[in-house]
C-alpha cells in the first residue's frame, strides 16, 4: 500500500509542544509508567484494545498515537470510545516511554523512543510477504505494510508477513523489543525467516481467541440481540479486504443468500474488514447493499459487532482472513472461499484450515453446501482448536508478564479481566423485509389438522417474483415499485395511522393491484377484501406466535383460495399448523368473530 500522505518535515528551531500528561509536575496521579499505544488501522486498534486490561493499573498512564496512512478512517471513533489521551506523532517521538504497545509494522516505529511489545493484528502470522531481491521493507512512501499484500512469485522465497527480517527489520536493525507469538509451531517459522529474532519472542496467545471463549456464555442473548429466534439458523458471512476477498470476488453473494435461504428458517449478518468500510465508506457500502440491507441483512459495523456475530452463527462463510480460523476453532461450521489462498502460508493455522474445510462454490446451490459444512465441523473445529492458540483462556496474563518484564516493574497482583463482547446495538441491527413473497404448500394431517409449509422470500432481492407466490407487503413498504405490486397490504395494528376502515380505504386507492388489506395484532386479524366487508378472525390468545407471519398466510390462502384452506380459516373447523422449517411447527387457533 502506498501512503499518500508523507510526513512533513520539521525545522530544528520547531520543538513539539509536551503535553502535560508527559510533564510530571501536571499530573494529580502519582503515575510510574507510560505506555505509548501505536495504532496503524481499526483492525490494529481493536487488537490492542483487547489487551488493555492488562495495562490496567494505577501506576500506568497510556498514551495513544496514530502513525500516518490509508487505513485511518475508524481511529477517531476509536480514541474517542476509549477515551484516550492522543498524542501528536512529533510528540510521540520526542516523549520517553516505557512501553510502545502496536499491532501493526512498518511506518516510523523506529522512531519511537520505547522498547516495542509487537502484537499480531489476526490469528497468528498466515499471509505472505514478498519482496524483490536487493529491497528493504517498502519503497519511500509506502510506509504501510499489510499482510498479504504482495502475492508470491515464482523463484522467491516467501516468508510470513511479522515471521521474517523484511518486515521486522528497519536499516538492519530489529524493531520489535518483543515479538508475540500465538502458537508454538510460529518459533520454527521465526527461526527460518528471521533468527535472529527468536530471542525476542515469547508465547502470547491470542486475545481475540480468548475473548471469544469467554464470549459463549453469552451466545443467547447475542442471538436475541440479532432478531435470531430460537427456530433460526444465523449464517454469518464475512470478507477480508482486496479484490481477492470474498466480497471483493463475489459481491452478490448475500443477496443470493437472502433470496435462496428460506426467509422464516435463516437470518444473515455481513463482516466487512475495517479496510472496506476505511477505503470506501460507510455510504458507499450501503448503497451498494442497499437490497440486501432492506431484505433484512444484518450488516455488521467496523469497530466491533464481528465476534458476536460469530459466536451467535450456526454457519460461518469466509475467505482468507482470520475470521474463518476463529468460526472453526469455536466448532462452527466454516465453508470458505479460495480465492487468495496462494497468499497463506500453508503451515499457517489459518492455511491448514483451508485445505481442510469445504470450498464455496458461488454458482452451486448454498443450502448443500451449508450441510456438507456441517459434516465437515469435527474435521475443521480440531484442526483449528489445536493451532488457533497454544495457551487458550491465559494471553492476558502472558502478555501482562512480558510488558512489565520489559518495563522492570512487578505486575499487579490481581489478574487481569477477560470480557466478554459487548451485545450488539439495537441501533446497529437490521431491520426485517417489509414485503415479502409468500407461497404456501397444504396437507391435512391425520388427525384433521390443515398444515401449511410457508416459504417466503424478501422482495427486494427477488424483484422478478417467485412462481406460484403472492406479494404481501407491509404498509411501511418505501419502495413504490415493490409497494405497486402488492396482492395484499398489511399493518400491524399499532401502527395505523387512521382507524382501519379509513386506512383500507387509502391503501386500495393508491395500490390498485391490492385485493386484500390486513390489520393484524397478537389477538386477532381483520382481513378486508377490495369491495367487501371485512372478516374479523380471533387467534387463540394462548399461542406465542409472530401474527405477522400468521397475517402473511391468511392473505395467501384467501388469495389463493382454489388451493384450499379458505373454509378452514373462516369457519375455525380445525386448528392451523404453520410450518416454516425442518423443525419449527406453529399451531394456531382461528376463530371467526361473530
Not at 149 to 169: M, V
Request: with cysteine.
Amino acid at each position: 500500500m502506498t501512503d499518500q500522505s508523507p510526513r512533513t518535515s520539521r525545522s530544528p528551531d520547531e520543538a513539539p509542544t509536551r503535553p502535560l500528561a508527559l510533564t510530571r509536575d501536571w499530573r494529580t496521579a502519582r503515575t510510574d509508567l507510560d505506555v505509548l499505544l501505536v495504532v496503524h488501522s481499526l483492525t490494529a486498534a481493536t487488537r490492542i484494545a483487547d489487551v488493555l486490561p492488562a495495562l490496567h493499573d494505577p501506576r500506568v498512564q497510556l498514551h495513544c498515537v496514530r502513525t500516518t496512512g490509508v487505513f485511518e478512517a475508524g481511529i477517531d471513533d476509536f480514541v474517542h470510545h476509549h477515551g484516550l489521551h492522543e498524542l501528536t506523532w512529533d510528540q510521540a517521538e520526542t516523549g520517553r516511554f516505557d512501553l510502545a504497545v502496536t499491532a501493526s509494522l512498518g511506518d516510523d516505529l523506529h522512531t519511537i523512543s520505547a522498547p516495542i511489545l509487537r502484537l499480531p493484528h489476526g490469528n497468528g502470522y498466515n499471509k505472505y510477504w514478498n519482496q524483490e531481491p536487493g529491497t528493504r521493507n517498502q519503497e519511500p512512501g509506502t510506509r504501510n505494510q499489510e499482510p498479504g499484500t504482495r502475492n508470491q512469485e515464482p523463484g522467491t522465497s516467501a516468508r510470513a508477513f511479522g515471521l521474517s527480517d523484511a518486515t521486522l527489520r528497519h536499516d538492519g536493525h530489529l524493531v520489535p523489543t518483543a515479538i508475540a507469538l500465538s502458537h508454538h509451531e510460529q518459533f520454527t517459522r521465526l527461526r527460518e525467516g528471521a533468527p535472529a529474532a527468536l530471542p525476542h519472542a515469547f508465547l502470547a496467545g491470542d486475545p481475540c481467541h480468548d475473548r471469544l471463549l469467554a464470549s459463549e456464555p453469552h451466545r443467547l442473548r447475542y442471538r436475541q440481540a440479532l432478531g435470531v429466534r430460537p427456530h433460526q439458523e444465523l449464517v454469518t458471512v464475512n470478507s477480508t479486504w482486496r479484490e481477492d476477498s470474498l466480497h471483493g470476488v463475489d459481491p452478490g453473494l448475500t443477496a443470493r443468500l437472502l433470496a435462496e435461504l428460506p426467509h422464516d428458517h435463516y437470518r444473515v449478518a455481513l463482516v466487512l474488514h475495517p479496510n472496506v468500510w476505511s477505503a470506501h465508506s460507510p455510504h458507499q457500502i450501503r448503497a451498494w447493499l442497499d437490497a440486501p440491507l432492506r431484505a433484512g441483512l444484518h450488516l455488521v459495523p467496523p469497530h466491533e459487532g464481528w465476534r458476536a456475530a460469530v459466536v451467535a452463527a450456526d454457519h460461518v462463510l469466509s475467505d482468507h482472513g482470520s475470521v474463518g480460523m476463529y468460526a472453526a476453532a469455536l466448532g462452527k461450521p466454516v465453508l470458505l472461499d479460495h480465492h487468495g489462498q496462494e497468499t497463506l502460508d500453508p503451515r499457517s493455522g489459518l492455511g491448514r484450515v483451508h485445505e481442510a474445510a469445504h470450498r464455496l462454490d458461488p454458482h452451486a446451490p448454498l443450502v448443500p453446501q451449508l450441510h456438507l459444512a456441517g459434516k465437515l465441523r469435527p474435521h475443521t473445529h480440531r484442526i483449528a482448536a489445536d493451532l488457533v492458540s497454544s495457551a487458550p483462556w491465559y494471553s492476558l496474563e502472558l502478555v501482562r508478564a512480558e510488558a512489565y518484564r520489559i518495563m522492570g516493574a512487578e505486575p499487579p497482583d490481581a489478574p487481569p479481566a477477560l470480557l466478554a463482547v459487548p451485545v450488539p446495538d439495537p441501533d446497529d441491527v437490521g431491520t426485517p423485509p417489509a414485503s415479502l413473497w409468500t407461497a404456501v404448500d397444504t396437507h391435512h394431517e391425520p388427525d384433521g389438522t390443515l398444515t401449511l409449509s410457508v416459504h417466503r422470500a424478501p422482495a427486494s432481492v427477488v424483484p422478478q417474483g417467485v412462481p406460484g407466490a403472492v406479494l404481501v407487503c407491509d404498509h411501511r413498504e418505501r419502495d413504490h415499485r415493490i409497494a405497486a405490486q402488492a396482492d395484499a397490504v398489511t399493518a400491524p395494528r399499532d401502527t395505523l395511522p387512521a382507524d382501519e376502515g379509513l386506512w383500507a380505504q387509502s391503501v386500495f386507492q393508491h395500490r390498485p393491484g391490492a385485493q386484500y388489506t390486513l390489520a393484524h395484532a397478537p389477538e386477532r386479524i381483520t382481513v378486508r377484501p377490495r369491495g367487501s366487508e371485512p372478516v374479523h378472525l380471533v387467534l387463540d390468545p394462548a399461542q406465542p406466535m409472530d401474527h405477522g407471519l400468521v397475517a402473511a398466510v391468511v392473505a395467501e390462502r384467501h388469495l389463493d383460495g382454489a388451493a384450499g384452506g379458505v373454509r378452514a380459516l373462516r369457519d375455525g373447523t380445525a386448528p392451523l399448523r404453520i410450518r416454516t422449517g425442518p423443525e419449527h411447527t406453529v399451531t394456531v387457533g382461528l376463530t371467526t368473530e361473530q
